[in-house]
């Protein structure tokens, strides 16, 4: 196992409590900053490599340095603690396991880009993480470390979590916003951004629960030495939700580099596929991203082995590659549909679009139907044609990524695996199992 | 299972419903309302009737319209009643890959209900939902605050006997974390 900075004395009992995190160490990345200029703050993290951990891997110093700062105006930070993508659930593990670390993230965050004023939007489906979290702000202003004056440091936090209510489109960024002003969650049209007009119109950034968080140990140990791990550009530990058909489903903390052939094999982490099946397809980075064969997801085209990096699970393009995404690492064995799989998902993108863009509301509701009818075995040679047509005109059409997220996974079960979808045409239902049973049942 | 009991929260309610509003800055209380509307779905019944909606906006002072508008949009918004004991069970993808269909079928057949309905003594309604990152531990459902993970049928006989036991309505934001 390497370097844990995230998930480091998880099992010591009380590390949810203030007095727990506090005797591993906790609040003193909170001292060593108050005692740094805010702008190095930002400089330490630019140092440091680390991109943003809720999918997109944009550079959060790099981010943090295009926050507009009119003078008189407040700026505010957002924690984005919505975490819906499917395959994805590091972050709820970490919240609930450890929140005082989000929460001495949050102050160290806010203190350099001079918010006074901070949310933690979290979805309200995860209600018993929201009290979670509320007591642990409690217990952070009981002790100073929030509140007025915040241990003789001049700076100001007021720390509040807010609770969604149910719509994965509240995890992109602007929906959010809206979300968190009382509103319907429709995405905004960008630009003006965030770090421009976000909250109520004021400057904002906003990152995922894992990027705040990994700012306490890049404090602790210096951006350069958090830098030296991992892999070029992929620097740094990365939390992997691990899930599907393997021995040891669960939360990883990787350094980034990791051999995908080892990560899904060791007993380290996933511990292989389950009953000695073989893989079939890996959705590398949460339901969004490109779903690969076996061959390519442990080996690029080229045959290098493929890593767990930004760069390496990318190389190729989304010809032979796929994403690291939010890291919801969802594996399939030699048993399942991938037709179904993607049916399922297209289900899924149908049910959570907003609805403002024609191409992304009428466009999921089509390839939905359509899965649904292949899967029913009443599908035509032509409807294969016709889905890959279909998510080409979602695909950049949209006001906001999600189109992409719901085309993407269409077309790569298309490029892959149309053998299969060949299959259900000619034979009906393909002869790969339909659905998975729980504890080997036999009948209900 | 309308209410014509006098629609207003417990003092509890309205105590945390204030606090919650000091979070947001002078003028932007609208901010509250998606709290506010787990609140009342824990004080009234589990589910959000036009009156409730209305009351809503009276207490937030803006236009039932704003309420309305967010209800229809987040699917965590009961508009119509519910059973006391709304079963949540997770069905996208890494659930499926585990067998979460199987749970939806058992407890159709278990409960003699399909997906969206309500069993006739009003305890039990069942629903299916997009995941809840719990992914790892699948299959898995959620009932009131309380994740249930690593199903078995087993298991979810010995979940929902508890609940038919206990017979106390489960709401996401809980009713006895409404205090403080
Ligand atoms: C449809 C959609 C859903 C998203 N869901 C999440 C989410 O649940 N959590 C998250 O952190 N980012 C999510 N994002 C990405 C956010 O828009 C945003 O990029 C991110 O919160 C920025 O934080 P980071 O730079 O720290 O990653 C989503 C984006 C899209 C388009
Ligand atoms: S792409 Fe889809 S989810 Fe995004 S704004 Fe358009 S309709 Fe809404
Ligand atoms: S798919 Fe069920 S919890 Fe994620």
Same mark, same amino acid.
Request: glycine share 10%; proline share 5%.
């Given at each position: 196992?390497?370097?844990?900075?995230?998930?480091?004395?998880?099992?010591?009992?009380?590390?949810?409590?203030? #007095?727990?995190?506090?005797?591993?160490?906790?609040?003193?990345?909170?001292?060593?900053?108050?005692?740094?200029?805010?702008?190095?703050?930002?400089?330490?993290?630019?140092?440091?490599?680390?991109?943003?951990?809720?999918?997109?891997?944009?550079?959060?110093?790099?981010?943090?340095?295009?926050?507009?700062?009119?003078?008189?105006?407040? &700026?505010?930070?957002?924690?984005?603690?919505?975490?819906?993508?499917?395959?994805?659930?590091?972050?709820?593990?970490?919240?609930? &396991?450890?929140? *005082?670390?989000?929460?001495?993230?949050?102050?160290?965050?806010?203190?350099?880009?001079?918010? #006074?004023?901070?949310? !933690?939007?979290? &979805?309200?489906?995860?209600?018993?993480?929201? *009290?979670?979290?509320?007591?642990?702000?409690?217990?952070?202003?009981?002790?100073?470390?929030?509140?007025?004056?915040?241990?003789?440091?001049?700076?100001?936090?007021?720390?509040?979590? *807010?609770?969604?209510?149910?719509?994965?489109?509240?995890?992109?960024?602007?929906?959010?916003?809206?979300?968190?002003?009382?509103? &319907?969650?429709?995405?905004?049209?960008?630009? $003006?951004?965030?770090?421009?007009?976000?909250?109520?119109?004021?400057?904002?950034?906003?990152?995922?629960?894992?990027?705040?968080?990994?700012?306490?140990? !890049?404090?602790?140990?210096?951006?350069?030495?958090?830098?030296?791990?991992?892999?070029?550009?992929?620097?740094?530990?990365?939390?992997?939700?691990?899930?599907?058909?393997?021995?040891?489903?669960?939360? %990883?903390?990787?350094?980034?580099?990791?051999?995908?052939?080892?990560?899904? %094999?060791?007993?380290?982490?996933?511990?292989? !596929?389950?009953?000695?099946?073989?893989?079939?397809?890996?959705?590398?980075?949460?339901?969004?991203?490109?779903?690969? $064969?076996?061959?390519? !997801?442990?080996?690029?085209?080229?045959?290098? $082995?493929?890593?767990?990096?930004?760069?390496?699970?990318?190389?190729?393009?989304?010809?032979?590659?796929?994403?690291?995404?939010?890291?919801?690492?969802?594996?399939?064995?030699?048993?399942?549909?991938?037709?179904?799989?993607?049916? #399922?998902?297209?289900?899924?993108?149908?049910?959570?679009?907003?609805?403002?863009?024609? $191409?992304?509301?009428?466009?999921?509701?089509?390839?939905?139907?359509?899965?649904?009818?292949?899967?029913?075995?009443?599908?035509?040679?032509?409807?294969?044609?016709?889905?890959?047509?279909?998510?080409?005109?979602?695909?950049?059409?949209?006001?906001?990524?999600?189109?992409?997220?719901?085309?993407?996974?269409?077309?790569?079960?298309?490029? *892959?695996?149309?053998?299969?979808?060949?299959?259900?045409?000619?034979?009906?239902?393909?002869?790969?199992?339909?659905?998975?049973?729980?504890?080997?049942?036999?009948?209900? | 299972?309308?209410?014509?009991?006098?629609?207003?929260? /417990?003092?509890?309610?309205?105590?945390?419903?204030?606090?919650?509003?000091?979070?947001?800055?002078?003028?932007?209380?609208? /901010?509250?309302?998606?709290?506010?509307?787990?609140?009342?779905?824990? =004080?009234? +019944?589990?589910?959000?009737?036009?009156?409730?909606?209305?009351?809503?906006?009276?207490?937030?002072?803006?236009?039932?319209?704003?309420?309305? =508008?967010?209800?229809?949009?987040?699917?965590?918004?009961?508009?119509?009643?519910?059973?006391?004991?709304?079963?949540?069970?997770?069905?996208?993808?890494?659930?499926?890959?585990?067998?979460?269909? +199987?749970?939806?079928?058992?407890?159709?057949?278990?409960?003699?209900?399909?997906?969206?309905?309500?069993?006739? +003594?009003?305890?039990?309604?069942?629903?299916?939902?997009?995941?809840?990152? /719990?992914?790892?531990?699948?299959?898995?459902?959620?009932?009131? =605050?309380?994740?249930?993970?690593?199903?078995?049928?087993?298991?979810? +006989?010995?979940?929902? =006997?508890?609940?038919?036991?206990?017979?106390?309505?489960?709401?996401?934001?809980?009713?006895?974390?409404?205090?403080?």
């Amino acid at each position: 196992m390497g370097r844990q900075l995230l998930l480091d004395n998880l099992d010591k009992p009380g590390i949810n409590t203030l #007095n727990g995190y506090q005797e591993t160490g906790g609040y003193e990345s909170l001292r060593k900053a108050l005692q740094m200029k805010p702008e190095d703050i930002v400089a330490e993290v630019q140092k440091s490599g680390l991109r943003g951990r809720g999918g997109a891997g944009f550079p959060t110093g790099m981010k943090w340095s295009f926050l507009a700062k009119p003078p008189g105006e407040p &700026r505010y930070l957002i924690c984005n603690a919505d975490e819906s993508e499917p395959g994805t659930f590091k972050d709820r593990y970490l919240m609930q &396991r450890k929140p *005082h670390i989000l929460i001495e993230g949050m102050i160290i965050s806010s203190f350099a880009l001079g918010a #006074n004023t901070s949310f !933690i939007y979290i &979805r309200g489906e995860m209600m018993y993480v929201y *009290h979670i979290l509320q007591k642990a702000i409690d217990e952070a202003y009981a002790a100073g470390y929030l509140g007025k004056n915040i241990l003789g440091s001049g700076f100001d936090l007021d720390l509040h979590v *807010h609770c969604g209510a149910g719509a994965y489109i509240c995890g992109e960024e602007t929906a959010l916003l809206e979300s968190l002003e009382g509103k &319907r969650g429709n995405p905004r049209i960008k630009p $003006p951004f965030p770090a421009v007009k976000g909250l109520w119109g004021c400057p904002t950034v906003v990152n995922n629960v894992e990027t705040i968080a990994a700012v306490v140990p !890049i404090i602790r140990i210096t951006g350069e030495e958090y830098a030296k791990i991992g892999i070029g550009k992929s620097t740094g530990t990365k939390l992997i939700s691990a899930s599907g058909h393997i021995n040891k489903p669960g939360v %990883y903390e990787i350094e980034l580099g990791v051999p995908v052939e080892e990560f899904i %094999y060791s007993e380290q982490y996933c511990g292989g !596929i389950r009953n000695g099946k073989k893989l079939k397809a890996v959705v590398a980075g949460g339901s969004s991203v490109p779903v690969l $064969p076996a061959e390519l !997801i442990l080996k690029t085209a080229n045959g290098e $082995p493929r890593l767990m990096t930004y760069e390496s699970l990318a190389e190729g393009g989304f010809a032979t590659g796929t994403m690291l995404g939010s890291g919801g690492f969802i594996v399939m064995d030699e048993d399942t549909s991938v037709v179904k799989n993607v049916w #399922n998902f297209s289900r899924f993108y149908h049910h959570e679009s907003c609805g403002q863009c024609s $191409p992304c509301r009428e466009g999921t509701g089509w390839m939905y139907k359509i899965l649904s009818r292949l899967l029913d075995g009443k599908g035509e040679t032509k409807d294969i044609d016709l889905l890959w047509d279909i998510q080409r005109k979602i695909e950049g059409k949209t006001i906001c990524p999600f189109g992409d997220a719901a085309a993407w996974p269409v077309a790569a079960a298309i490029r *892959h695996f149309r053998s299969e979808f060949e299959q259900y045409i000619k034979n009906g239902k393909s002869d790969v199992k339909h659905y998975y049973r729980i504890n080997n049942l036999q009948e209900i | 299972m309308a209410t014509n009991k006098e629609i207003k929260f /417990s003092d509890d309610a309205l105590a945390l419903i204030e606090k919650i509003i000091k979070r947001y800055p002078e003028g932007k209380h609208k /901010s509250a309302i998606l709290p506010i509307l787990h609140i009342a779905q824990a =004080e009234f +019944d589990g589910w959000l009737s036009p009156e409730v909606m209305d009351y809503v906006a009276s207490v937030l002072k803006i236009q039932p319209i704003e309420v309305y =508008e967010v209800a229809t949009f987040y699917t965590m918004f009961n508009l119509k009643p519910v059973g006391k004991c709304l079963i949540e069970v997770c069905h996208t993808g890494p659930c499926w890959l585990m067998g979460a269909e +199987d749970v939806v079928r058992y407890i159709e057949k278990k409960l003699g209900i399909k997906n969206g309905e309500t069993t006739a +003594d009003g305890m039990f309604t069942l629903k299916t939902v997009e995941c809840l990152a /719990s992914c790892g531990t699948a299959p898995m459902m959620q009932i009131g =605050e309380t994740y249930h993970e690593n199903l078995t049928l087993e298991k979810v +006989d010995t979940i929902l =006997e508890e609940h038919r036991n206990a017979g106390v309505r489960r709401t996401h934001w809980e009713k006895e974390k409404i205090k403080s």
